[in-house]
């Protein structure tokens, strides 16, 4: 599986943004996709995920509300639509894939990553 991001960029506070994920590959190997962030000094974290086939959703709680994360099956993307930004949410944002693998008698589960795109908000 393959992940390409597109979108990010600099923002004022209470500014909106969206970011893309186009997959490719061995996409129907594909369990969840989601967005992660890393800020710098800080470690990587959940931002939003979504599942493949029910389309369930979970975030983090400092992005309830203002974030909204969505799937296009047909093109194999997700979208991440941010709302109300704040300057703490100013980070390196990677896209996530959860690819599962059977092997004979073994299953695993992989995570793949994007190159990650910048968002930064100003205050």
């Known amino acids: 599986v393959h992940l390409v991001e597109s979108g990010g960029g600099l923002v004022q506070a209470g500014g909106s943004l969206a970011l893309s994920c186009a997959a490719s590959?061995?996409?129907?190997?594909?369990?969840?996709m989601g967005w992660y962030r890393q800020a710098p000094g800080k470690q990587r974290e959940l931002v939003a995920s979504?599942?493949?086939?029910?389309?369930?959703?979970n975030y983090a709680d400092s992005v309830k509300g203002r974030f909204a994360i969505s799937r296009d099956n047909s093109k194999n993307t997700i979208f991440l639509q941010m709302n109300t930004l704040k300057p703490e949410d100013t980070a390196l944002y990677y896209c996530?894939?959860?690819?599962?693998?059977?092997?004979?008698?073994?299953?695993?589960?992989?995570?793949?990553w994007g190159q990650g795109t910048q968002v930064t908000v100003s205050s």
């Open positions: 996530n894939a959860k690819e599962g693998v059977q092997n004979g008698g073994w299953y695993r589960v992989f995570d793949r």
């Open positions: 590959g061995s996409t129907d190997r594909i369990n969840s």
């Open positions: 979504i599942t493949s086939g029910g389309g369930s959703t």
